[in-house]
């Protein structure tokens, strides 16, 4: 079983393009399904790394447990779930592509957060939550970086390895702590189980840290740090922090982050129902600060009601976009993976003159700082770089570098690269 690079095949049909996202023994790729011809993420779990065989049944068991979870629950802000399957000790779970940042990136990029778009994040993970919950499931790791806005502003919920099902066996290992310290409720902490309100605490400490650009205790830096100050301290109060956020949304947060689930809210139809009367309406302006993706704008095109029944959710209706002239963000990708396939079978020559004039045309068309512009950027620097034209090569790394700078995040990975690349640039290829 070999490393994985760009251009490998997994499971005879998913070729990797490049690196998204990492942590611990998992990464998350993008990749070409060559039979859809779509993209789509690939995360692989590479049990051989594990020490010994009962590590690498826990977290196989885990895996496979978080695939299971993900398949089940059908929701605009939960990514679908195509396949699974393992090649050796390697495991994978193929799924949609999100084409945008982790919360996380987002609120470094834009901190703080409009109250606005806080409060349109927030209603979005209310309706993920809700299709969890209402299949029993809780989630039990809800964090900036489990959480993605997609390019029309649809927030996904990711992530759901340490999930678990109501009356189900716990996953995490006896005495482990499931989830991340940080956004953890503070009965997690403890030797017994927690309910669905473990998530709205988790909610809790995510629109917090959207407001006010820290987390819900910043001074508290050790997980032990960070169990006190979640099990025994009161947070600070927001409005000592930021004078515009309303009465009721300071209140529905003090009651997200009760320290009794008891005195939580009951169910997230109760907290989207409280976060409805803040969310932007249709025909509303963007917000003040722009941002993109702007996560107000599926509220502004069409705000759903409450008013419906427990197995329908409320639709978060996709933005149209406008058509100009161009190639649009699928053609692109199209194009690319073509331009790799010629690669791979030598057709360097082809491969660069299928992308050189195409990125010459996305580029007004999409802007020069569109993500998917800079995709296809990396992707021409390598062909010119494979074809020892150090010097175009040099320039087109060099402009891609400065979105990645502008653009943390996913992108961090593809910056070390990036430095590397130029440097052998520097030196002839």
């Not at 990029?109 to 409060?119: K, M």
């Not at 959207?210 to 009161?234: C, I, K, N, V, Y």
């Not at 580029?363 to 034209?389: K, M």
């Not at 990036?418 to 290829?429: F, K, P, V």
Request: charged fraction near 25%; hydrophobic fraction near 40%; proline fraction near 7%.
């Amino acid at each position: 079983m070999g490393p994985l690079t760009s251009g490998v095949l997994i499971g005879r049909r998913y070729r990797l393009l490049w690196e998204v996202g990492r942590g611990g023994m998992g990464v998350v790729w993008q990749a070409h399904d060559l039979a859809t011809q779509r993209s789509i993420a690939i995360k692989l779990l590479d049990l051989a790394l594990l020490p010994d065989a009962d590590l690498r049944d826990h977290y196989r068991d885990r895996f496979l447990r978080e695939c299971a979870v993900t398949a089940k629950l059908k929701s605009p802000h939960i990514p679908e779930v195509y396949d699974k399957g393992a090649e050796g000790d390697r495991v994978y779970l193929v799924m949609e592509f999100i084409d945008g940042p982790t919360l996380a990136a987002f609120i470094v990029r834009f901190r703080p957060l409009d109250v606005s778009v806080s409060v349109a994040i927030g209603g979005q993970l209310c309706l993920g939550l809700m299709r969890a919950h209402e299949a029993g499931i809780i989630h039990r790791d809800l964090k900036p970086s489990n959480i993605m806005i997609d390019r029309d502003g649809t927030v996904k919920i990711m992530d759901f390895g340490v999930a678990r099902v109501l009356g189900g066996t716990p996953l995490t290992s006896t005495g482990a702590v499931p989830g991340t310290c940080a956004y953890m409720a503070p009965e997690l902490f403890e030797a017994g189980t927690a309910d669905l309100r473990a998530d709205f605490y988790a909610l809790g400490c995510v629109i917090t840290e959207m407001l006010t650009g820290e987390r819900l205790f910043p001074d508290a830096r050790s997980p032990a740090q960070q169990m006190h100050a979640h099990r025994e301290r009161q947070p600070r109060p927001l409005q000592t922090v930021r004078s515009d956020v309303p009465a009721d949304l300071c209140q529905l947060l003090s009651d997200l982050l009760a320290k009794q689930p008891h005195r939580r809210p009951e169910s997230v139809y109760e907290v989207f129902g409280r976060l409805q009367e803040m969310l932007p309406g249709r025909g509303d302006l963007a917000p003040a600060r722009q941002c993109e993706p702007d996560p107000t704008w599926p509220w502004r095109l069409a705000a759903p009601s409450l008013e419906r029944s427990t197995q329908e959710e409320p639709r978060v209706i996709r933005p149209r976009r406008r058509r100009r002239s161009g190639p649009s963000v699928h053609s692109i990708r199209e194009a690319r993976d073509k331009a790799l396939d010629l690669a791979q079978r030598g057709y360097l020559a082809d491969a660069i003159a299928l992308l050189a004039p195409l990125l010459d045309e996305a580029e007004p068309f999409h802007g020069s700082r569109a993500e998917i512009v800079f995709e296809l950027r990396v992707a021409l620097a390598d062909l010119l770089f494979t074809d020892n034209q150090c010097a175009d090569a040099r320039r087109q790394y060099v402009i891609a570098r400065e979105f990645a700078v502008d653009h943390p995040g996913a992108n961090l990975g593809r910056l070390a690269m990036i430095e590397g690349r130029i440097e052998d640039c520097d030196d002839g290829c």
